[in-house]
């Protein structure tokens, strides 16, 4: 045997079924990679996110206005929203005296708290 080095028949079949393994890997992961890349829904959380940002901003907003505003509370009744940092001016000025102003504050939830007047009574149709 003239200086040739002897070669088993298996060596370059097993060399090209690794690199046939591998590549088939690899496009087989390239490929789910786009799959799943083009069908993802869009995202919904983004949406709702901002839907949800501009709701709190308007309940901020009417709180704030609320706070910080006078308004008819039940002109009927004859109660007036006032702002908190002139309810808790009133409250310090009126607890200087603190049998007045339980009286006071006795009274007015009564008055809060009475019932509506009945309504009339309709008339019978045989009267």
């Known amino acids: 045997m003239s200086g040739q080095p002897t070669r088993t028949a298996g060596d370059g079949r097993t060399a090209a079924w690794v690199v046939g393994m591998l590549g088939t890997l690899l496009l087989m992961g390239v490929l789910a990679w786009i799959l799943v890349r083009s069908t993802r829904p869009e995202d919904l959380t983004a949406a709702r996110a901002v839907e949800r940002y501009k709701f709190l901003q308007e309940v901020r907003q009417s709180e704030a206005t609320i706070l910080t505003s006078y308004a008819w509370q039940d002109q009927a009744k004859g109660f007036v929203r006032i702002p908190v940092h002139r309810a808790m001016e009133l409250v310090?000025?009126?607890?200087?005296?603190?049998?007045?102003?339980?009286?006071?504050?006795i009274a007015r939830v009564e008055k809060a708290a009475?019932?509506?007047p009945k309504p009339p009574e309709k008339p019978s149709v045989y009267e």
């Open 92 to 105: 310090a000025q009126e607890w200087q005296e603190p049998a007045r102003a339980r009286s006071n504050l």
């Open 114 to 116: 009475e019932p509506p």
